[in-house]
């Protein structure tokens, strides 16, 4: 059983930064991937950005690509979300997590076996 926790989220001005983080922890913890998703209300859940555990090649939905980085710490078993020029749009339900099938469908949250009770962003204009 892995457990994920988000922390980091909050509220910010249109054009400011956050840095959401998830540390998992629970049995030996080797999954192929962690990403980020997101949820607006009224809206499904969508792909934020992913990185390899081992490799660390990253992704990212075209929405976010050079606004937000993705990393990740495999000695602290984290992976973070370092997020700029926030826009009003980008607030959501932030949620890690995990992948151990090595799914190719990255963007599809379907595959993603461990989630995080998710973090609040919420970015005014």
């Known amino acids: 059983q892995v457990q994920l926790a988000e922390s980091g989220g909050g509220l910010v001005q249109a054009g400011g930064s956050l840095r959401l983080s998830c540390a998992a922890s629970g049995r030996t913890f080797r999954p192929y991937a962690l990403g980020w998703f997101r949820q607006a209300p009224g809206k499904e859940r969508e792909f934020v950005a992913a990185?390899?555990?081992?490799?660390?090649?990253?992704y990212y939905a075209d929405s976010v690509k050079d606004r937000f980085t993705i990393s990740r710490d495999n000695a602290k078993n984290t992976v973070y979300l370092q997020m700029s020029s926030l826009k009003p749009e980008d607030t959501a339900v932030y949620y890690c997590?995990?992948?151990?099938?090595?799914?190719?469908?990255?963007?599809?949250?379907?595959?993603?076996?461990?989630w995080g009770q998710g973090t609040q962003v919420t970015v005014s204009s």
């Open positions: 997590a995990a992948d151990f099938s090595n799914t190719p469908r990255l963007t599809d949250p379907s595959p993603w076996g461990s």
């Open positions: 990185i390899n555990w081992s490799g660390g090649v990253t």
